[in-house]
């Protein structure tokens, strides 16, 4: 017997996807088409991951059959079990205080405080069409991708589904590509200054320390 469902709350799925839609979006606030492809693909992520998490429970389902014969007893449609890595790795208690949620939170945070400090940073230099090379721009190349994907990943350790699953690496993917053809038009119009910026600074990997050069 199931208690109430913790499901179909499309309500909850308007207003969850929006808030963090609009979190990104104005932190990012995109202008060029490759803003815009960027910002859509973390979109498309976020409304994926609450139409499951209160909407249609579809990796649930799918897995039904295996969860209810590999722990009989707990009813999946309350909110609490969906958080199927609490169940699977054996944590006990609150699901929103446990290792992975508590991560999730930080990483999540971190996200999109690294987003608002890189893209700050990144149409200033757009508006004076110069180089990005201060802040966060010092310690590696795409920090408005890496803030994306650890947004992403935050919430895959709290509410991991099969749609999200197989987005993740699919926009991990997307990002990279972005990032080269980014880095193609950023050698044409800026040749060897850019060039040297790439041999001194790591792609996606943030050094620690830093001489952060003066703006081109």
Known sequence: ????????????????SAIFIFFAFSFTKPQTKTDWRSFGAFSAFVIALFTEMYGFPLTIYFLSGWLAEKYP???????????????????????????LHIASNILIILGFFLLASAWNVLHKAQQAHSLATTGWYAR???????????????????????????????????????????????LEEFGEIYRHYMESTPAWIPKFKINEPETV
Not at 1 to 16: D, F, K, P, R
Not at 83 to 92: A, D, Q, R, S
Not at 155 to 163: C, D, M, N, Y
């Open 1 to 16: 017997m199931h208690g109430e469902s913790a499901y179909g709350l499309w309500t909850l799925v308007i207003l969850n």
């Open 73 to 99: 007893g707990i009813d999946f449609l309350s909110h609490e079990n969906g958080h199927l890595l609490h169940t699977l790795l054996g944590f006990e208690g609150n699901p929103h205080f446990d290792p």
């Open 140 to 186: 590696c190349r795409h920090p408005q991708y890496i803030a994306f994907i650890l947004i992403m990943f935050g919430f895959l350790l709290q509410w991991p589904t099969i749609p999200t699953l197989v987005m993740f690496p699919i926009l991990v993917v997307v990002y990279v590509r972005l990032a080269k053809r980014e880095e193609r038009m950023a």
